[in-house]
């Protein structure tokens, strides 16, 4: 399966730099590219990235519209050219108190508008000192079964362990494996046609030099990054070690 890199803005960047960061990007043959910048910069990014690499939204309302005021529907992402949402991120979870429950809807909202979705799932270092990993991960994976029988290909898993996000510690490559296989197992309960062809990306603390480690992994299909995506060499960096 073809690799995907996804640089994960969170809330950095004016339209500007977005535009000025996808200039100096050059699209791979070897690796897709995607990026999730703000709202306000989709459509600026849109315009200017070549059309291999895709552009996503942070978030998405579950409901379709209406008197939900401060929330984006996905009729408005598309409009402006969102390629696909990134639904569940931790920050979502922990900052903004977005439940499994909500996080399901939003899953149901993207399957009925046919929007491509990432799912993000991980543990907290309570959660996984508890031995509580799978099970965390199991019920937010549960958020899929929205999709059964159909709609597969609208989406992708990323596992980000939340104590590895923008802390510098990655996990060990026996972490990543051992979920990454777990989810892989799940997926194929959910779809034994579809699920080996669904994409798991690793997120947390990737840089240019944990990168080619990390996607050796077995079921490992690429890589959320964050903090490192950030910096138009240092990203640059990054795509190049998957390319080599
Ligand atoms: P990080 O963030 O690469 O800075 O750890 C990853 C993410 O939050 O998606």
């Known amino acids: 399966m073809k690799k995907i890199i996804i640089a994960n803005w969170k809330m950095h960047k004016l339209r500007k730099e977005a535009v000025d960061f996808v200039e ?104 996984r000192e508890l031995g509580e990993t799978k099970e965390v991960i199991s019920v937010m994976l549960d958020a899929l079964s929205a999709l059964i029988g159909s709609h597969w290909d609208l989406v992708t898993i990323a596992y980000e362990p939340v104590w590895a996000i923008g802390s510098g510690k990655v996990a060990t490559p026996d972490i990543i494996s051992e979920v990454h296989n ?13 699920g080996e062809g669904i994409r798991i990306l690793y997120g947390g603390s990737v840089k240019s030099d944990n990168i080619a480690e990390i996607l050796s992994i077995d079921n490992v299909d690429g890589a959320l990054v964050g903090g490192a995506s950030l910096d138009p060499l240092s990203f640059n960096q990054l795509i190049n070690e998957v390319s080599i």
Do not use: W
């Open 24 to 127: 100096n990007l050059s699209a791979q043959k070897e690796v897709d590219i995607a990026i999730i910048p703000s709202f306000l910069a989709l459509r600026d990014l849109k315009n200017a990235a070549p059309k291999e690499i895709a552009i996503g939204s942070q978030n998405m309302s579950e409901h379709s519209h209406g008197a939900f005021t401060g929330e984006i529907s996905a009729s408005m992402l598309k409009d402006v050219g969102a390629d696909f949402v990134m639904l569940g991120h931790s920050e979502r979870r922990k900052i903004f108190l977005e439940s499994n429950d909500v996080i399901t809807k939003k899953v149901e909202r993207a399957v009925v508008e046919n929007m491509p979705f990432v799912l993000c799932v991980g543990e907290t270092l309570d959660e």
């Open 182 to 194: 777990y989810i892989r197992e799940k997926l194929l309960e959910f779809t034994p046609e579809k």
